[in-house]
């Protein structure tokens, strides 16, 4: 006597629709679009230092599983009463396409608007996993969305030298002006506790000596000493930058690097 198995038929039934799903685009010319999936997100950064003026920013860490998967729409409910903010993270996936199933790390920003002074708290949708953090924004003191002026930061990084400190290492282009230059002043940087390390490449416009040499290269290359910062795994390295957005990278410190300069 012979048995049937539904659960066969079905599958069999399902891969069928499947491939003639697949068919009838190929006739038609047409791909499949990709589909809005959950995005594997495992952490949210959140920068200190924004006042009721800025243009408040979070930071998306999380790992792709595969090459099918490419970073999506993020949106975002602000409950002002419940001081309350909860933010939606969405991944498109590629479908019927062989995809090479690697770990592929993604950082996103969340933008969210000027925001009222207080403490918020900040979860992402359905996602447990990822603990809720607190956000704090501050009374704004001046009536520019920045305290200082900035320069254009194009990378970032941060090295454990052979002493065991870490250094700093910011490379920009500086504008180029027909009269004076753009000069770097300070290169102020704070880690908090939440493993984010803040920086402020405080600059201003000027005339003098000091401009000749830009008059040829407007690159340049800024180093800090941070000392030993008792860092934990990953770190947020979030620049505040010309452009009044900002730089983020996500690091490992490693080991020092041998560097010719």
Do not use: W
Request: net charge negative; proline share 5%; with cysteine.
């Amino acid at each position: 006597m012979r048995f049937f198995s539904f659960n066969g038929i079905s599958r069999g039934i399902s891969l069928g629709l499947a491939f003639a799903s697949s068919l009838a685009l190929a006739n038609e010319g047409r791909q499949p679009r990709p589909e809005l999936v959950q995005a594997p997100v495992d952490k949210i950064f959140v920068p200190h230092g924004f006042d009721d003026n800025d243009n408040v920013e979070l930071i998306l860490k999380g790992e792709f599983p595969s090459t099918c998967y490419k970073a999506g729409p993020v949106s975002f409910r602000v409950d002002q009463a419940a001081r309350k903010i909860v933010i939606t993270a969405q991944s498109y996936r590629a479908q019927q396409t062989m995809c090479a199933d690697v770990m592929i790390r993604f950082v996103q920003p969340v933008h969210l608007g000027v925001l009222d002074e207080g403490t918020y708290t900040v979860e992402l949708l359905d996602t447990p996993q990822v603990a809720p953090i607190q956000l704090t924004i501050g009374k704004a003191t001046k009536p520019t969305q920045d305290d200082f002026l900035y320069a254009p930061v194009d990378s970032a990084t941060v090295q454990r030298d052979e002493n065991g400190d870490d250094v700093l290492r910011i490379e920009g282009e500086y504008p180029y002006m027909l009269t004076g230059c753009m000069v770097t002043r300070e290169l102020r940087a704070q880690y908090d506790a939440n493993g984010v390390l803040v920086v402020q490449p405080i600059s201003e416009f000027t005339e003098g000596d000091e401009c000749t040499s830009q008059n040829q290269n407007t690159h340049y290359l800024i180093k800090k000493d941070l000392g030993k910062l008792q860092t934990k795994g990953e770190i947020l390295i979030h620049v505040r930058t010309l452009n009044g957005l900002s730089l983020n990278y996500v690091s490992d410190i490693k080991a020092p690097a041998n560097e010719s300069h």
